[in-house]
């Protein structure tokens, strides 16, 4: 017998009669009726340590960036290109040559009011570890692509075929040292938001 | 309705203030209380201690003494709990199941079977009410602070309805004494700190009397009080509620 | 091996550490409270999730074969472990395999369980934890004392010699800022140089053949992405039917946690990236019998948040060492005994039954009433405190007769010697730091005959 045979049958044994699920159907008609979505979210994000910044296009966005000189940005976003010297749309590239990108302005699929969180797949991320391994990290999403909790967030998710994605929730953090919290753990050490408002 | 009146080991032994003040109060209140002289213990202190297989006597003494009451009314939260748990009987299983649906603690039984609503008593003194855990996250006497759901203290009400009572606030309203049955011989350490901490958060909020529906909590806390000859006493919630003439101080 | 209570003596030697400890952990329970008094339906919540679970342990087997058809279909590499033994002999194939003797890994608990650092070492191979509470304990040579805060033991002065001795850091440089900055730095080369990464799994869908890792640092997806060989470990009651369901999960688990909405990085993993192998390693390691116990097979629904040990008053008192296995706390205490009821069988009295543990638990799993079913059962299977075996028999046979219980009970003189207060320890343990109770002139019984008799 192999393990995993093994394994199966010890489970099928032990397990107990069979136990419908709950029909989630009820919490995802609760997520429709909420208002307010785009108050909500930037105040969960400050919370969480980002920062929210309405803009009403892409060209206006540019206003907000600070860049240092000579420092390396990756995009996602074509109409960025102009914004540093050493801007270059991401690509796949090898996740070992990232580890000096200062700044790294992806698109998001859609945010979650109640914890601030973004949803970016890979396609979005060109390099799985970019969004992690930047110094400091840019999302772009539309107010119109908030939805109220997870229960809608899901909704958005379904048939999505990523190989990877993730929720992302703010900068990278810590507070392992006696529950002091520091931003810049092991990934960004900054998270801004571009909510574009038209 | 006849009530009977189970009054556990060791508040029989040690603390017989509160088991009078419970008899008085229920009879105030114009309840018929039968007190079975046979009785001894719920059979808690073995159960908790992993030996729930030696209880069987203490249940059929327990089922014989109280089977034939309409409610059976216990000064202690923690001792009917047991009973609503725990209670069997092999000779007797439909008696047990009878018991552990009318056994009721004090304040529940004030509360939601007498439904008072005024007390002619007067105890004009800051007092911390200890939520002990087997009434408040057993028997829900008392909101839980864990929980996302309204407020409301069964024992809390009916202390407010005592002239003179001021409920002082603690910074932690529900946190365990620390007791636990042999816990707090077992675990000496841990046990002696919970109840130090305890003691103190009423201390600090300015309480004169530790009052709580289990004496069993408050046997620890006085344990702890008299240790460090704190002038602040124990008063189980009992002689309040019945109006006890001034504990002597 | 010292037991639960003596090492709780030991950390409570030093009351203002202990103090602090306790405040440090209330204060997350706070955090704690705040953030789920904001979702007005939490405990609809609770139950969703414990429903989920329920389902989920109803029907394992189906979900198992289920997840590893998915799995493999998304390219990911699936193995079976029947215990710790195996599991640990799995990762060491494949980095044998690959040649590679280093490796990153994040926060697992399962790891700790199978004690894989050690074996790993003993091959060879040295592995580096990532999260930063886990790399301290990590450099101490002390396992994690909690399942969600590892170092939550230590203050910031100890991991600053730490750091100082091990990463170079600056003597008495105790800032958190700057230590966790030397940590990132130190960890950046880490990740840059390992070619293989382990990752533990929070959830695993079977609906999809993909798994979700939660963290607040980025550590596991900084491992991850840059590794060549990703595995993530995982007990098999980490599985949940549809993706959907994660909905509920990632609500409950943070906020039950730490307080906060939701962990900063919530990943899923579905395929390898091209040129990537990605391996999932499901262990089992005494969950199926646990699920065949059925008063204890709800223990199967925990998800690790850690909510358990924060608010339990004995583990703030106590600290997580005490418990002396990977998962300490309320939760650890109804775990453990089921992988070795001798050496655990402290464990389950390790509490005062308060139930608060019970309450925060986001899938409403039991456990204040476990740990009493526990206590059943560790006495029967001839496991429990001998000494305080011959003391219940008499009290047992003391309550069950009144007459006895009377004759004994004259002015307390048998309560005094044996009520649970002060079974089992002729030097009286109540008396170290308590008073005894004044033994009143009549027992209750005593005035009612005279009063109304």
């Known amino acids: ?198 | 309705m006849k009530v009977g009146l189970f009054i556990p080991c060791y508040v029989d032994q040690f603390y017989p203030n509160a088991a009078i003040a419970t008899l008085e109060l229920l009879e105030k209140l114009g309840v018929e209380v039968g007190y079975p002289a046979q009785q001894t213990c719920c059979g808690q202190p073995m159960a908790n201690s992993g030996y729930e297989h030696l209880t069987g006597g203490c249940n059929d003494l327990f089922v014989d003494n109280f089977a034939g009451f309409d409610y059976i009314v216990s000064p202690s939260g923690s001792c009917a709990l047991h009973i609503k748990e725990h209670l069997h009987s092999h000779d007797n299983e439909q008696a047990a199941t009878g018991i552990r649906k009318k056994i009721y603690e004090l304040t529940e039984f004030l509360t939601d079977v007498l439904k008072v609503e005024k007390l002619d008593a007067k105890f004009p003194h800051r007092v911390g009410l200890h939520q002990s855990c087997h009434g408040q996250r057993g028997l829900k006497l008392a909101q839980m602070t864990e929980l996302t759901a309204s407020p409301y203290s069964k024992p809390g009400g009916l202390l407010n309805m005592v002239e003179g009572v001021e409920l002082i606030p603690l910074t932690r309203s529900d946190e365990c004494c620390g007791f636990g049955g042999t816990f707090c011989v077992a675990e000496e350490a841990v046990s002696a700190k919970m109840g130090k901490d305890r003691v103190a958060d009423h201390i600090q909020n300015g309480a004169e009397y530790i009052t709580a529906a289990d004496l069993s909590c408050l046997m620890h806390m006085e344990g702890i009080l008299k240790r460090q000859k704190s002038g602040v006493k124990v008063i189980h919630i009992a002689e309040i509620l019945n109006g006890v003439k001034e504990p002597v101080a | 091996m010292k037991n639960h209570a003596e090492l709780s003596e030991v950390f409570n030697k030093d009351e203002q550490r202990v103090n602090w400890h306790d405040e440090t952990l209330w204060f997350v329970r706070q955090k704690r409270d705040k953030a789920t008094h904001q979702i007005p339906d939490w405990e609809e919540l609770r139950e969703a999730a414990s429903q989920i679970k329920h389902n989920v342990l109803s029907d394992l087997g189906n979900y198992l074969e289920q997840f590893e058809k998915n799995a493999v279909n998304n390219g990911i590499r699936v193995h079976w472990a029947v215990d710790a033994q195996e599991h640990n002999k799995i990762v060491h194939s494949i980095l044998k395999r690959h040649g590679i003797s280093q490796m990153v890994k994040s926060k697992s608990m399962l790891t700790e369980e199978c004690h894989l650092n050690h074996y790993l070492e003993d091959k060879g191979i040295n592995v580096v934890d990532s999260d930063l509470g886990e790399l301290i304990v990590q450099l101490a040579k002390e396992p994690p004392s909690h399942i969600v805060l590892p170092c939550i033991h230590k203050k910031k002065e100890e991991i600053g010699d730490i750091f100082h001795e091990h990463l170079g850091s600056a003597k008495g440089e105790a800032d958190p800022q700057i230590l966790t900055e030397t940590a990132r730095i130190h960890l950046r080369n880490t990740f840059l140089s390992r070619r293989a990464a382990l990752t533990g799994v929070n959830f695993a869908v079977a609906e999809t053949g993909e798994f979700v890792v939660c963290t607040n640092e980025g550590n596991a997806d900084m491992g991850a992405h840059l590794s060549d060989v990703h595995i993530a470990s995982m007990g098999i009651e980490k599985l949940i039917p549809k993706r959907k369901d994660l909905g509920v999960f990632l609500r409950l688990l943070t906020r039950s946690a730490t307080g906060q909405p939701i962990t900063t990085y919530s990943s899923h993993f579905k395929r390898p990236r091209p040129g990537q192998e990605m391996h999932i390693i499901l262990v089992d390691n005494g969950r199926s019998v646990q699920l065949g116990r059925e008063d204890f097979r709800n223990s199967l629904k925990c998800i690790r948040c850690g909510a358990c040990m924060n608010t339990c008053p004995v583990y703030r008192r106590s600290g997580g060492h005490s418990y002396h296995t990977a998962v300490a706390g309320p939760i650890g205490s109804i775990l453990a005994p089921n992988l070795d009821m001798k050496q655990y069988a402290d464990l389950p009295f390790a509490s005062t039954l308060c139930g608060s543990c019970s309450n925060v638990c986001p899938v409403k799993i039991d456990i204040h009433e476990q740990l009493y079913k526990w206590r059943q059962v560790i006495v029967k299977e001839g496991y429990g405190d001998k000494k305080k075996a011959a003391a219940m028999q008499a009290m047992a046979y003391t309550l069950s007769s009144p007459k006895v219980y009377r004759l004994a009970g004259k002015a307390g003189r048998w309560v005094m010697k044996h009520t649970p207060f002060a079974v089992n320890n002729p030097l009286n343990p109540w008396y170290k730091q308590r008073d005894m109770p004044e033994a009143p002139k009549e027992s209750f019984g005593e005035w009612y005959a005279k009063n109304r008799g």
């Open chain 1, 1 to 198: 017998m192999t393990t995993r045979d093994k394994i199966l049958a010890d489970v099928r044994r032990n397990q107990p009669p069979l136990v419908a699920a709950p029909d989630l159907a009820v919490w995802e008609a609760k997520a429709q009726a909420k208002a307010s979505l785009l108050e909500t979210f930037a105040t969960v994000a400050g919370n969480v340590g980002s920062r929210v910044v309405l803009v009403d296009s892409i060209a206006d966005l540019k206003s907000h960036l600070i860049i240092p000189p000579d420092s390396r940005v990756l995009t996602s976003l074509p109409q960025l290109l102009d914004i540093a010297k050493d801007a270059a749309l991401f690509a796949n590239n090898a996740p070992h040559e990232m580890e000096n990108v200062e700044l790294a302005i992806l698109q998001a699929e859609f945010g979650v009011a109640e914890n601030s969180a973004l949803w970016v797949t890979e396609k979005q991320m060109g390099t799985r570890v970019l969004p992690f391994i930047c110094q400091h990290l840019a999302l772009v999403v539309k107010s119109a692509d908030i939805v109220p909790d997870m229960h809608a967030a899901y909704l958005r998710t379904q048939g999505s075929d990523h190989g990877f994605a993730a929720f992302i929730a703010g900068p990278s953090k810590t507070a392992d040292i006696e529950q002091s919290l520091v931003l810049g753990a092991h990934g960004p050490r900054s998270l801004v938001i571009f909510v574009l408002t038209s």
